[in-house]
């Protein structure tokens, strides 16, 4: 993983070394407690250890570090930088993973990219987006969509498989992001985002969003037909138990293709999702009670409170998912 070095004291820049050297510390301990994105069901998916963290690196010299970090087939996450170098930092990304598309080798970058804002953004107020985990769940959306696109996809399908009627969480989920992603669009909101007057997504004639019955998932032409011509598939809402079923049929249809098309999930289970009912993630970061980062999964799941969800009161987690 890298962060971009800059010598500044701004303070919007020196935030993003605090968050940076937070998300470190999340994923230690989300590694530590075998959580997402760690662990699947007990099974341990990818080794923390094996990660490289580089946080001294310039903008000039990016091209040259992702070059020679991917030499061997490893992946480079770029998992901060300042708004400012967003476009430039992009194009040294694109550029990179077209290379490696036609030498049809592994080694691709990626930009998970979160704009620092002049004010931070509160959670919201209203139904399900009132609840702590929302954000990061529609972060996570955001950033794979940034992910396939700097991979070379030229459109993108979001899928949500349907659930059942007593899947409230799952059910609500969904719509909500939906809304966002339209508002994000309309209004030039990240992840829709526009630096020095260049788009870095999609346009919305080039993204659809749809929900599927799993049994129409699991059909081979699903997938097949939705990533052909450059297409690039994102799950973005699934039950518990229906996302084991979808992960077993991704790595079917990756076997098939060998890398050569895209279909990621960007959905975690409600153990992950939920284990943090209150939304503080961890520590702050700015001492203001407005706390931000990724999930703390340290706390238990067995009954979460859920407060600041629409239902309130004490609810069994599995009840939502």
């Keep these: 993983m890298l962060i971009l070095q800059q010598h500044t004291t701004k303070p919007r820049r020196a935030y993003l070394f605090k968050a940076a050297r937070k998300l470190q510390d999340d994923m230690s301990k989300a590694f530590e407690l075998q959580k997402h994105p760690f662990y699947d069901h007990g099974k341990q998916v990818i080794d923390y250890t ?34 400012e170098d967003v476009g430039e930092v992009k194009r040294v990304v694109r550029a990179h993973n077209r290379a490696k598309e036609l030498q049809e ?10 704009p620092l804002f002049e004010a931070l953004p509160r959670r919201q107020s209203e139904g399900i987006k009132k609840c702590g985990w929302y954000s990061f769940y529609r972060f996570s959306v ?111 249809f990756h076997a098939r ?11 975690a289970t409600a153990a992950d999702q939920y284990a943090d009912p209150h939304g503080d993630h961890g520590l702050g970061l700015t001492g203001s009670g407005e706390r931000l980062g990724i999930a703390d999964s340290g706390a238990r799941v067995e009954k979460v409170c859920c407060q600041t969800c629409p239902s309130g009161g004490m609810e069994h987690r599995h009840e939502y998912r």
């Design 50 to 83: 094996k990660i490289n963290w580089a946080s001294q690196i310039f903008l000039e010299a990016l091209g040259e570090e992702i070059t020679n970090k991917t030499a061997d087939g490893c992946a480079v996450i770029i998992a901060a930088c300042d708004v």
């Design 257 to 267: 293709h060998k890398g050569a098309r895209q279909v990621m999930r960007a959905w």
């Design 142 to 252: 955001m950033a794979n969509m940034q992910i396939a696109v700097d991979q070379g996809a030229a459109r993108l399908k979001l899928l949500g498989i349907q659930p059942d009627v007593g899947n409230a969480m799952t059910i609500s989920e969904y719509p909500a992001l939906e809304e966002d992603l339209k508002e994000a669009y309309e209004n030039r909101k990240y992840p829709f985002i526009e630096v020095n007057g260049e788009k870095l997504l999609l346009e919305a004639e080039e993204f659809t969003m749809a929900r599927e019955r799993l049994e129409n998932f699991r059909q081979k032409s699903f997938l097949d037909d939705h990533t052909n011509d450059l297409g690039s598939v994102i799950i973005v809402s699934a039950t518990d138990a229906d996302g084991r079923a979808a992960a077993k049929v991704l790595q079917a």
């Design 105 to 114: 080798s592994h080694g691709r970058a990626k930009f998970a990219f979160m």
